[in-house]
């Protein structure tokens, strides 16, 4: 099983020149990328889990309730929010989907499992960061969700042969034949396989001149559009089955 994920979150990334880009226009930016991997996924027939960043979930009702039109699923992504926090937005976006958010994503500030079900979460899925700093192999580590305390966890998947983790960075810069051998290899091993791109690699860098480290300028904007094109085709040729987070676990 494919679990095909989304981190939709602004882009924090400085301008080159002077003149700056206002936390409006980078929320405006986040949404037109969301709405080009949506027209991607739609017209593959792919359902994915898309995990909005809680600072800007109430600021996109209208996104929100596009993406869960769709048939996608909406979780959240936890970048600094306070539990409270959490709290709140998660019982406002639920009232105006009228939809249960089930999952969140944490990656940098973590809450504990006793908190996290306290506000409702069923299920967890934490992912580390993906820097060119850290070791580009890891060591293995289990790929199995495990159940504590009434809360599922998700682990971040990793190659079982080349060890690489299946974040947005690897998919970024792997060649796409590569990463479509990696994926098929792991399936062959493991239940599944969590995928996970962030919204901000959809971002066209060449009209907004975002200040991105050189490692992480490659295959952004419209290529990043074109790869992921590519591998959902791969999937479907390959009569490969996809399941939303929720859908998988329960």
């Known amino acids: 099983m494919i679990l095909l994920t989304f981190n939709i979150i602004n882009i924090q990334a400085e301008t080159k020149k002077s003149t700056d880009v206002s936390d409006e226009e980078r929320l405006k930016i986040t949404e037109s990328n969301t709405k080009a991997i949506l027209r991607i996924l739609d017209i593959h027939e792919i359902k994915a889990s898309f995990f909005i960043e809680i600072s800007i979930a109430e600021k996109l009702q209208n996104l929100l309730k596009a993406i869960s039109a769709q048939g996608h699923e909406i979780a959240f992504f936890n970048k600094d929010s306070s539990l409270e926090k959490i709290d709140e937005v998660k019982k406002s976006v639920q009232d105006f989907l009228e939809k249960q958010i089930k999952g969140i994503r944490q990656k940098n500030h973590q809450f504990s499992l006793e908190e996290l079900k ?133």
Not at 122 to 135: E, G, K, M
Not at 241 to 249: C, E, H, L, P
């Open 118 to 250: 306290s506000i409702g979460f069923n299920y967890i899925s934490n992912i580390d960061n993906a820097d060119i700093l850290f070791p580009f192999k890891r060591l293995k580590r289990s790929s199995e969700i495990i159940e504590e305390n009434g809360l599922s966890i998700v682990p971040e998947s990793i190659s079982p042969y080349s060890q690489l983790p299946y974040n947005d960075f690897v998919f970024q810069v792997l060649p796409m034949q590569y990463y479509q051998n990696m994926v098929f290899e792991t399936l062959k091993k493991d239940d599944f396989v969590l995928v996970y791109l962030d919204s901000w690699q959809f971002t066209d860098m060449n009209r907004y001149q975002f200040k991105i480290p050189f490692y992480r300028s490659y295959n952004l904007g419209k290529k990043m559009e074109d790869k992921l094109e590519a591998f959902l085709s791969w999937i479907n040729e390959k009569e490969l089955a996809t399941s939303r987070m929720k859908d998988y676990i329960f």
